[in-house]
């Protein structure tokens, strides 16, 4: 069972720049790979995927995130630029196999899940 590894969150001023790892325990190269968001009192929500080539971003963080892979290294990445404080949460990296998550990759309920690394942004 493939398990998702976060890192690279932390605190930063608003406008600052974060960039998140998630390494995988096995190839990702046939997985979709998602990363979401929590905040506090709020629901789960897709912040971006890649697969096959096909990125997808939500609304909310086009023109400032960037979601990339390096297969070779199981690892995929969330570059955060111009970070606002409304980006504070909980971000998690997400996996399942490409052939499943392809209809919807934001919208689908992926099966692996990492523990979650915390992004705190001050005004």
């Known amino acids: 069972q493939m398990q998702l590894v976060e890192s690279g969150g932390g605190s930063v001023q608003s406008g600052g720049s974060l960039r998140l790892s998630c390494v995988a325990s096995?190839?990702?190269?046939?997985?979709?790979m998602a990363w979401f968001r929590q905040a506090p009192g709020k629901e789960r929500e897709a912040v971006a995927s890649?697969?096959?080539?096909?990125?997808f971003y939500a609304d909310a963080v086009k023109g400032r995130f960037t979601i990339s892979r390096d297969d070779a290294k199981n690892t995929a990445y969330l570059q955060m630029n111009s970070l606002k404080p409304e980006d504070t949460a909980m971000y998690y990296c997400?996996?399942?196999?490409?052939?499943?998550?392809?209809?919807?990759?934001?919208?689908?309920?992926?099966?692996?899940w990492g523990q979650g690394t915390q992004v705190t942004v001050s005004s």
């Open positions: 997400a996996a399942d196999f490409y052939w499943r998550a392809r209809l919807s990759p934001l919208r689908h309920s992926y099966a692996y």
């Open positions: 096995e190839s990702n190269s046939r997985y979709y």
């Open positions: 890649s697969g096959s080539g096909y990125i």
